[in-house]
């Protein structure tokens, strides 16, 4: 079946070291992935996505996403945290590059992102 | 920036119940989406919809959904007989292009009493 996991529920961090989220997937072929992030009382802000190309691809507030193949995953990384970066960070992967042919997104559980000051 | 918005935000209703929830894509989408979030646990995907009819649809979208593009603006998800399972987080997503990335609006939350 295809999935998608979020192996931490939380990740906390101090204010301007890097911080990883980590997301890796089971979808067979050539996945479409994202990173969206969700703060509270609103809806999922698109921050970057993989769709073919280059395996470092670069996204909103800073944020970048390393994909690999070989080890199915799409780690979330920031440089240097912020302390307005602590927000629930969700991974979803789209099939639709592969022959099932579907777009529809599988989510990760969410990694809550808690940045210190 | 445009967004997607959703009404209303949260909704109560009692078990049997039809509830319709409505969305407002962003206006030059052409792909539109309708996923769920039961508390605690995954965002799961429900329904597609693309020229005015439904592209796909996973096992929980039985009989008692359906969905609507009235008018050129609105996108509806309708439960005809609500049942207490139906609790949820229930979010409307569009894309401009079908591998473009969704835009999510900020949610209805349903409570089936």
């Known amino acids: 079946a295809q999935s998608v996991a979020q192996p931490e529920d939380q990740v906390n961090v101090a204010e301007g070291n890097p911080l990883t989220v980590k997301c890796t997937y089971s979808?067979?072929?050539?996945?479409?992935l994202f990173w969206y992030v969700q703060y509270p009382n609103r809806g999922l802000q698109f921050l970057l996505k993989?769709?073919?190309?280059?395996?470092l691809v670069k996204g909103s507030y800073g944020f970048e996403a390393e994909f690999n193949k070989s080890q199915t995953s799409f780690h979330l990384k920031k440089p240097s945290a912020l302390v307005s970066d602590s927000a629930l960070y969700f991974c979803?992967?789209?099939?639709?590059?592969?022959?099932?042919?579907?777009?529809?997104?599988?989510f990760g559980t969410g990694t809550r992102l808690k940045v210190l000051a | 920036e445009p967004e997607v918005t959703q009404t209303p935000s949260h909704q109560v209703t009692q078990m049997g119940q039809e509830v319709i929830l409505r969305c407002v894509p962003i206006?030059?989408?052409?792909?539109f989406y309708w996923y769920r979030q039961i508390l605690g646990q995954k965002v799961e995907f429900l329904v597609s919809?693309?020229?005015?009819?439904?592209?796909?649809k996973s096992e929980i979208f039985d009989d008692q959904f359906s969905v609507e593009r009235p008018d050129g603006s609105n996108f509806t998800l309708k439960i005809r007989s609500t049942k207490l399972e139906d609790s949820a987080m229930y979010f409307c997503?569009?894309?401009?292009?079908?591998?473009?990335?969704?835009?999510f609006g900020p949610g209805t939350r349903l409570t089936v009493t």
């Open positions: 919809f693309y020229n005015n009819e439904i592209s796909e």
């Open positions: 979808v067979s072929g050539n996945p479409y």
């Open positions: 206006s030059n989408h052409l792909y």
């Open positions: 997503a569009s894309s401009e292009t079908l591998i473009g990335e969704q835009y």
């Open positions: 993989y769709i073919t190309g280059d395996n």
């Open positions: 979803a992967v789209s099939p639709g590059g592969t022959t099932s042919g579907t777009y529809k997104y599988i």
